[in-house]
């Protein structure tokens, strides 16, 4: 299983940004792929998260009503549509993929529960 995140970028606050995950070597269907992010001397947080078994949505609070990840069968992506950035979403961005993960609508969350990761990609919204 590989992941490639681009789409990074430097924007002001308020604008728009599309994170893509680009998937290989896995079966979507099986997997629930998640976004974490990690800023500066913080700890890494879940964002979003995608169940490939349901089709489930999943969003941390900070993101709700500005963040939309869908997923592409076709491409073999995840995408992360960001809108109204905020300098507090400045962070590293990475996807990350869990293998048939059981109870996703309580397990997205939690970093350990993901077996592949992508080498991240810097988001830095400035105010």
């Known amino acids: 299983v590989q992941l490639v995140e681009s789409g990074g970028g430097l924007v002001q606050t308020g604008e728009s940004l599309r994170l893509s995950c680009a998937a290989s070597?896995?079966?979507?269907?099986?997997?629930?792929i998640g976004w974490f992010r990690q800023a500066p001397g913080k700890a890494r947080e879940a964002v979003s998260g995608f169940s490939g078994t349901d089709g489930v949505a999943y969003y941390a609070d900070s993101v709700k009503g500005r963040f939309t990840i869908s997923r592409d069968n076709a491409k073999n992506t995840v995408d992360l549509q960001m809108r109204n950035l905020k300098p507090e979403d400045t962070a590293v961005y990475y996807c990350?993929?869990?293998?048939?993960?059981?109870?996703?609508?309580?397990?997205?969350?939690?970093?350990?529960?993901?077996?592949?990761w992508g080498q991240g990609t810097q988001v830095t919204v400035s105010s």
């Open positions: 990350a993929a869990s293998y048939l993960m059981l109870r996703p609508w309580a397990s997205w969350k939690e970093a350990g529960r993901y077996d592949n």
């Open positions: 070597g896995l079966t979507f269907a099986d997997y629930t």
